[in-house]
């Protein structure tokens, strides 16, 4: 669906007031009923991550985490059933899993006397069982759990949602009986960058050729736009439009 650029600031206004939770997510649906969940959900998410973002920094010096750390530990010493790193983040605005990781890495480090690997770090994450510390296994628990916008939880929806919207755009371009090349396809014959469809024959919508379809799945914001146009749409203009001009040509 199409969202106005009014209606998309007003919404984008209203989360920068509100806490990155699931009771706002709630309030977001109250105050914009007309606009269905997936793009409030979307919008929510992009907004919050673009928060962080801003913020990251601050959360990642030595002192932050050292006192960071040092409240988790404080803080279940007096209660160790007590949510303490949930209500931290939520209390310094930050993402729970990334105060989550934080914490792990930094309890890992006191622990091995060495700098933890990523992949130790994001194994754990995904399975805190691994954790060797039953209190802070239960609270990074905790912690993905109750994260709407970051984590490995988060992580395999997205997965799932995009490939979701794969299959589905998959559907209609067979329904149309429109001739196409699938992404796996084009890997498949040694392209590394590819969309997720190329139109053997281009087609037009709304007076523009089309030659490619790229299903993202989220939110289309100014922003992410530019991203993407950065990242991978301007390398799949310049390789599969030109292309199928060319041959088009020939």
């Known amino acids: 669906m199409k969202l106005s650029k009014a209606q998309y600031d007003e919404i984008a206004q209203f989360l920068g007031h509100v806490q990155p939770t699931r009771q706002s997510l709630r309030k977001l649906k109250e105050k914009f ?47 160790a059933a007590a949510p303490v790193l949930l209500e931290l983040a939520n209390e310094v605005d930050f993402a729970p899993s990334l105060m989550a990781r934080i914490v792990l890495e930094r309890f890992l480090q006191e622990k091995e006397q060495t700098i933890p690997s990523k992949t130790l770090i994001n194994s754990m994450l995904r399975d805190p069982s691994q954790i060797p510390d039953g209190v802070l296994a239960t609270q990074v628990y905790q912690c993905t759990v109750n994260d709407c916008c970051y984590g490995p939880l988060v992580d395999c929806i997205k997965h799932a949602i995009g490939h979701e919207h794969e299959v589905l755009l998959r559907e209609m371009l067979l329904e149309k009986n429109l001739s196409f090349i699938a992404e796996d396809q084009l890997r498949a014959k040694g392209y590394d960058k590819t969309p997720d469809f190329i139109l053997e024959v281009p087609v037009a919508v709304e007076g523009h050729i089309i030659h490619w379809i790229e299903s993202k799945a989220s939110f289309g914001d100014e922003s992410s736009h530019q991203a993407y146009l950065q990242d991978q749409f301007w390398s799949y203009w310049n390789r599969w439009a030109l292309n199928i001009d060319t041959a088009r040509l020939i």
């Open 33 to 79: 009923p007309s606009q269905s969940q997936s793009t409030l959900l979307s919008i929510f998410s992009q907004e919050y991550q673009k928060q962080i973002k801003r913020t990251h920094a601050k959360h990642h010096t030595a002192e932050a985490i050292e006192t960071y750390y040092q409240r988790y530990l404080n803080g279940v010493m007096k209660n």
